[in-house]
């Protein structure tokens, strides 16, 4: 059976590791910075432990709402955060997320690694969502 795609995307980010790590998982934070394709997070829950479950909620400028949620699988502060990822509209296409910080000099080496997806083109676009929403997290640290 041929592997399911995947992505690894990295960034330097100008913040500490516990800094980056609180953007991700505090929703008062995060609705600030992530909006992939100019979405706005208008609901996000985090209950960052293992078993407990999170959900996204977006809102396109046409006014699309995209519903993401899953459940974590390891959660270690302030360095590693592993994932499902299954959107409301295909709940069955659940894929993986994992998300690791590293001290990298003055600056944070974030690794987001996405894996186990439904096939190319999703994997695609997750891969324009997810460059855009790193790119915000950098921006929110510059």
């Known amino acids: 059976m041929p592997a399911k795609p995947s992505l690894t995307l990295q960034r330097r980010i100008n913040a500490s590791p516990a800094k980056i790590y609180a953007a991700w998982t505090d929703p008062s934070q995060l609705v600030k910075w992530m909006h992939p394709n100019n979405n706005d997070v208008i609901h996000a829950k985090m209950d960052v432990r293992v078993g407990g479950r999170f959900r996204i909620i977006m809102r396109s400028p046409a006014g699309e709402e995209h519903d993401v949620s899953g459940v974590f699988k ?69």
């Open 74 to 142: 390891e959660v270690v502060q302030d360095e590693k955060l592993v994932y499902t990822w299954a959107w409301r509209s295909t709940p069955e296409r659940e894929s993986l997320v994992t998300f690791t910080l590293r001290r990298d000099g003055e600056l944070t080496l974030l690794t987001l690694k996405h894996e186990q997806f439904f096939d190319e083109t999703a994997r695609d676009n997750h891969e324009a969502g997810w460059n855009e929403i790193l790119d915000g997290l950098v921006r929110e640290f510059a």
